[in-house]
């Protein structure tokens, strides 16, 4: 079976960009949840989406946002980007919202410039 | 945001040596997760937990959830070149719906 996959894996943006980053979870897991990761503040919870709905939500401002397709594929995306933006941004599927075993992606290195 | 209390921080060991690594919480969890990462890579789920006083394996992993609940701890016998990367704790609290509270890391870098 196919793990999560993200693209794109590498992106460069200036700040005040925007950027989308995408999540496709492994086949047959509803519910996607995306992290930011930063050497200083470890992993972040930002949002979790299950049956296109968002379930749960970090400590993040209203630039960082998100949203979920039927097929379960998620999206998020920052607006205005800011210098401190620059992460790793993972995104994890699990199969249900009863599930708390989370299987991660392998990233999108976001860098602002 | 929240984090976990993990130790240590880093750790240098020989080929062979056994390693023990725990995390801790303010906090009671109802669920405990550790991950592995290596460079480049997102988080590899190693082992859950979801009882107090649980012990559970995966190969030369060993990891069990405190009986306080507040606590976890993840052992890795006879360790090889290739578990070299940064392990990380994880937990959900009953009153912090599905939202994962991570621990900073633990590198562990192994001398063949």
């Given at each position: 079976k196919a793990g999560v996959t993200q693209t794109p894996r590498y992106l460069i943006k200036t700040r005040g960009q925007q950027v989308t980053l995408s999540c496709s979870p492994i086949s047959g897991h509803r519910s996607v949840s995306w992290y930011q990761q930063t050497p200083g503040q470890g992993l972040q919870f930002l949002f979790e989406y299950f049956s296109e709905t968002q379930r749960n939500k970090g400590n993040?401002?209203?630039?960082f946002s998100g949203r979920q397709f039927s097929n379960s594929r998620s999206e998020m995306n920052v607006s205005?980007?800011?210098?401190?933006?620059?992460a790793l941004y993972l995104c994890a599927s699990s199969?249900?919202?009863?599930?708390n075993e989370q299987y991660f992606g392998p990233g999108t290195r976001l860098t602002v410039t | 945001g929240q984090q976990l209390n993990q130790s240590p921080q880093s750790m240098f060991i020989q080929e062979g040596e056994d390693v023990s690594m725990n995390c801790t919480s303010s906090s009671i969890f109802n669920t405990w997760l550790w991950y592995k990462q290596e460079p480049g890579e997102g988080p590899v789920l190693l082992i859950a937990l979801y009882k107090a006083g649980e012990l559970t394996s995966n190969g030369r992993l060993t990891a069990q959830f405190g009986i306080t609940r507040k606590d976890s701890f993840l052992n890795i016998s006879?360790?090889?070149?290739?578990?070299v990367g940064i392990y990380f704790c994880a937990g959900i609290n009953?009153?912090?719906?599905?939202k994962l509270i991570w621990g900073l890391g633990t590198s562990l870098a192994v001398n063949p």
């Open positions: 993040f401002p209203g630039r205005t980007l800011e210098l401190g933006d620059s199969q249900n919202l009863v599930s | 006879a360790s090889i070149p290739s578990d009953a009153g912090n719906n599905r």
